[in-house]
């Protein structure tokens, strides 16, 4: 079993950063990939960015490459999501998830655990 919980979502103005974090427990952390996906309303679950469990290996989906950055750090068993340049569009709840097969990848049925969620709303 995997526990996680995100923080550090807000309302911030368009152009703006943000920094989300995951905070994982109950299997060992640095045995499996992790993931961020976020979900407008009305819209399906979209990936964001993949990170590998040594961190090593990361995907980006094509919408925010440039602009956010995936990054762990297994010490703390926390991932992180660094946005940066942030627009109205990347208003969503960002979920993240745990991969425990070490795929790195975009499909969200590839994941095997996720968090509740929490909301980033960008102003324009």
């Known amino acids: 079993q995997v526990q996680l919980v995100e923080s550090g979502g807000g309302l911030v103005q368009a152009g703006g950063s943000l920094r989300l974090s995951c905070a994982a427990s109950?299997?060992?952390?640095?045995?499996?990939?992790m993931g961020w996906f976020r979900q407008a309303p009305v819209a399906e679950r979209e990936f964001v960015a993949a990170i590998s469990r040594t961190g090593l290996s990361t995907n980006y989906a094509d919408s925010v490459k440039g602009r956010f950055t995936i990054s762990r750090d297994n010490a703390k068993n926390t991932v992180y999501l660094q946005m940066n340049s942030l627009k109205p569009e990347d208003t969503a709840v960002y979920y993240c998830?745990?991969?425990?097969?070490?795929?790195?990848?975009?499909?969200?049925?590839?994941?095997?655990?996720w968090g509740q969620g929490t909301q980033v709303t960008v102003s324009s």
């Open positions: 998830a745990a991969d425990l097969s070490n795929r790195v990848g975009s499909w969200h049925a590839s994941y095997d655990y």
């Open positions: 109950g299997r060992t952390f640095s045995s499996y990939a």
